[in-house]
């Protein structure tokens, strides 16, 4: 009998041992470990030698924003000459959804559905700033697409509202 006492007092201490372990591991999940919901703040990039670059090197009028209020926050910019003349400026908003502005020299459909992360044309134009704009929508981002550009497509996306995506569009100037 004297042994089983002894099994049974090892049984006892890992299974104490485990619920100790258990206890400090959840003190630390809870205190140790940060749990931010929220997303990252993001870096402001500054984007003016990469739209002087762009503006000299492009086949087309440029846009970029003026205006916007300082909450608009530049978070990502690059122009690539090698692949379509493609010019690339994205923008977190003051709710922290975001714009992006795309141009290309691309074939249109091709570019359009890759700008617009597979949204579809709806029938649904705006008149914003004296210029026509085709909403699309269905895919990851919604859009605004410039209508009568000859030799480029200009696309405003991205996960914010359409009133945020007209403000873009409005706030576009073409160099």
């Not at 931010?36 to 984007?47: E, F, G, I, Q, T």
């Not at 977190?92 to 502005?101: E, K, M, R």
């Not at 890759?114 to 579809?120: D, L, R, V």
């Amino acid at each position: 009998m004297a042994g089983s006492n002894g099994k049974q007092k090892t049984a006892r201490d890992m299974i104490l041992s485990l619920a100790l372990i258990g206890m400090a591991a959840l003190v630390v999940y809870f205190l140790a470990i940060p749990h931010d919901d929220h997303s990252p703040d993001l870096k402001r990039v500054d984007y003016r030698v990469e739209l002087l670059t762009a503006r000299r090197a492009a086949s087309y009028p440029v846009a970029a924003p003026e205006g916007l209020p300082s909450t608009w926050k530049a978070t990502s910019v690059r122009f690539q000459g090698e692949d379509g003349d493609s010019w690339h400026l994205g923008f977190q908003t003051p709710d922290s959804q975001y714009v992006q502005i795309e141009q290309s020299t691309q074939k249109p459909a091709d570019f359009i559905d890759q700008a617009g992360q597979g949204a579809s044309a709806t029938k649904k134009t705006e008149r914003i700033d004296g210029r026509t704009w085709t909403r699309y929508t269905g895919g990851r981002y919604d859009a605004l697409v410039l209508n009568g550009t000859p030799g480029s497509t200009t696309v405003v996306a991205g996960t914010a509202s359409f009133d945020e995506l007209t403000k873009m569009a409005a706030a576009l100037k073409m160099q």
